[in-house]
């Protein structure tokens, strides 16, 4: 069975930091390139962050730059999303996903999401 579990969501404070992790199974994720998306209450889902398979290559939207990083370890099959100085608009469920698309129906895994919460 296929599985994208991702963990380590919560709530902070504005300026504070989390990170996300995505335990893969069932495929071979290494095989993958992948990325976060996310989707804040009422809105669409929003591409984050990507990387190559390889983890050699990395990419962000620009709202992130500068304050994400991406990066994973394909012997633990995790990928995992380092998010400092938080802003209140960084709200929102993430997913992990295979690919760089922000569209569910076009992925061919997605996971379950957690939950991030920024504020005051």
């Known amino acids: 069975e296929v599985q994208l579990v991702e963990s380590g969501g919560g709530s902070v404070q504005p300026g504070g930091s989390l990170r996300l992790s995505c335990a893969a199974s069932?495929?071979?994720?290494?095989?993958?390139?992948m990325s976060w998306v996310r989707q804040a209450p009422g809105k669409e889902f929003e591409w984050v962050s990507g990387?190559?398979?390889?983890?050699?290559?990395?990419y962000y939207a620009d709202f992130v730059k500068g304050r994400f990083t991406i990066s994973r370890d394909n012997a633990k099959n995790t990928l995992y999303l380092r998010m400092n100085s938080l802003k209140t608009e960084d709200s929102a469920v993430y997913y992990c996903?295979?690919?760089?698309?922000?569209?569910?129906?076009?992925?061919?895994?997605w996971g379950q999401g957690t939950q991030v919460t920024v504020s005051s």
């Open positions: 996903a295979t690919g760089y698309t922000a569209t569910r129906r076009t992925a061919r895994y």
């Open positions: 069932g495929f071979t994720f290494s095989n993958y390139d």
């Open positions: 990387i190559r398979s390889g983890g050699d290559l990395v």
